[in-house]
């Protein structure tokens, strides 16, 4: 990504270049650099518990490839992963592995809540003695996606979302300006 | 086998058997007790052979339980179900799971979920529930004060 990128659809490299004889210095934050870094290399955690996961997988196939967001090198192992997608409904009996798979990634970690299931239960809400009635009683859930299941793009949104709110060094309220605002007006 | 000939050659195996109109499939309803007997001619006679058991529950009626036994043969490709009215209070019906071996885990499974003792069952243990877990969650009448929001 070029440092002088001026593109308002595409993130600019948080920083300037201070302009010298020889070329030039870029003048940025540190924290600033590590969360542009890190939100364009997420890393996702392989979880998925019922249709949703479906849906999931669809996000990375060809024809959505959610690679081009930088999100194609999935994990099977918690340890190395940087992100959970809970895609599916969690029960009583597999909260405490998600609860376990949670704590057995490194941080910085980070989760979104994928469909109605891992929202808040779902169709599931009512009458049944089996499903948690949302993801949120067992891990904290940066980004929530509407819908049963999510469409693809639902996902991919959720996904560059959660971007945002990285680069926003993970403050929802300047995520919200930012992302939302700053882009419906340009 | 054609419906109207496999209603005809179940009613010559046993008389007392009825029948539901209409639905996809030919419902046939027996007692408990003939149950078995029927379930294991069905699977032995050669013109029927229902040798494959593809899916096996039961449906709670508030009044009643109801075993519903799905069969059938892969080599004439009929299909028939099976069903059987049984006591709420105390629900007992001999198992199937020496006829068709996938019997012996739905039988579990629906003696873990509905409480229906299958008499003679190898092994029946609760299938996916804790051990210790206490009355049988897809009753109707179910309670469960932590785990169910009632609506």
């Known amino acids: ?186 | 086998m054609e419906r109207e000939a496999l209603q005809a050659r179940i009613s010559a195996i046993n008389a007392a058997v009825t029948f539901e109109e209409g639905g996809e499939m030919l419902n046939a309803f027996v007692e408990p007790a003939e149950c078995r007997d029927l379930l294991q001619t069905l699977h032995n006679m050669d013109d029927l052979a229902f040798d494959y058991m593809f899916c096996l529950t039961c449906v709670d009626w508030k009044t009643h339980l109801t075993m519903v036994y799905h069969l059938e043969s892969t080599k004439h490709r009929h299909i028939v179900v099976i069903k059987s009215k049984l006591d709420r209070e105390n629900p007992e019906i001999d198992t199937m799971s020496d006829i068709w071996r996938t019997a012996e885990l739905l039988e579990r499974e629906v003696y873990e979920l509905f409480g229906v003792r299958f008499i003679n069952h190898p092994d029946l243990r609760k299938l996916l529930l804790s051990d210790e877990w206490e009355g049988w969650p897809l009753r109707k009448d179910y309670e469960d004060p932590i785990n169910m929001i009632k609506l």
């Open chain 1, 1 to 186: 990504m070029d440092v002088n990128n001026k593109n308002p659809n595409q993130e600019p490299f948080p920083g300037d270049v201070h302009p010298t004889a020889s070329g030039g210095i870029v003048v940025t934050k540190l924290d600033d650099v590590i969360n542009w870094a890190r939100s364009n290399s997420l890393w996702p955690l392989v979880f998925g518990t019922s249709c949703c996961a479906i849906e999931m997988m669809s996000a990375a196939s060809a024809k959505y490839d959610w690679s081009r967001f930088g999100f194609e090198v999935a994990r099977a192992t918690p340890r190395q992963a940087d992100v959970i997608i809970i895609a599916g409904t969690i029960v009583n009996k597999m909260a405490p592995v998600l609860k376990r798979l949670y704590d057995q990634m490194p941080d910085p970690k980070y989760v979104i809540a994928m469909g109605a299931c891992a929202t808040s239960g779902g169709p599931f809400f009512y009458n049944t003695y089996s499903v948690v009635k949302g993801a949120d009683h067992i891990i904290p859930v940066d980004v929530y996606v509407a819908g049963c299941p999510p469409r693809p793009e639902a996902l991919m949104h959720a996904l560059i979302s959660l971007q945002a709110k990285i680069k926003a060094g993970g403050r929802p309220e300047k995520m919200v300006i930012e992302h939302f605002y700053d882009k419906a007006t340009k």
